[in-house]
């Protein structure tokens, strides 16, 4: 994926889940382009699941404080707040994002998703979180986001204005992932295959595709099949 596609994302959504620090907001750091992927996608899916979060409980009437804490929490930022470093400040905005979805995976989520590689590595996820819709997510020409927590990893999916994206990163070891593949439209283009591999049928999710292996030099793609029932 390229920098410029994670970081204008950002820009996009701003910091609409409060994670950077004010004393953080503004500041340039130099985070490397799959630090600043994982950022950006666990700071997406905390802004669209916490604001579906507080919406179905204001529909429902309902009280359940797990739900509705990270919610709370959730506060504007200004839109054009910037990163692109690492550091201690990246790395506890990845751990407070990661905490808020966990919490809100436990209080709301549910389905399963999996990622099947051709390599023989698979993941197996028992819950996950999505949002349909601009009005659910909060981004225009959002269609659907889909983010799943298990064993320190994050997998996720989107179709946005951004194009089609699937992936899995570690965000539990900073430093040194065990696992970082994504598959975006801009490297699908790249490769000169299908560009848009995500299959939306109600509400489940399947795409088979290849994908950038970021833990290695290896400029070859490895293929792999995601799939996800969102509850």
Known sequence: MRPTGAANRLGTLGDPAGIIAPGDVGTVVAMTPPTLRRLVLLIAAVASFAACSGDSDDADGGDDSAAEQ???????????????????????????????????????????????????????FDAVLCAFGEDEIGQAGAEVVVSALADGLQLYASIDAFGHTVSINDIEDFENPSVSLSASQFSAELLGIDPEPIVLN??????STSFDDDTTDDVDGIDGTFEATCP
């Open 70 to 124: 990270p919610a709370e929490t959730t506060e504007a930022a200004s839109d054009d707040t910037v990163i692109a470093g690492g550091g201690d400040a990246a790395e506890d905005a990845i751990d407070e994002a990661a905490e808020q979805l966990e919490e809100l995976q436990d209080a709301v989520g549910g389905g399963g998703a999996s990622l099947v590689m051709s390599d023989g590595r698979s993941w197996t």
């Open 202 to 207: 109600g509400r489940q999710l399947t795409a």
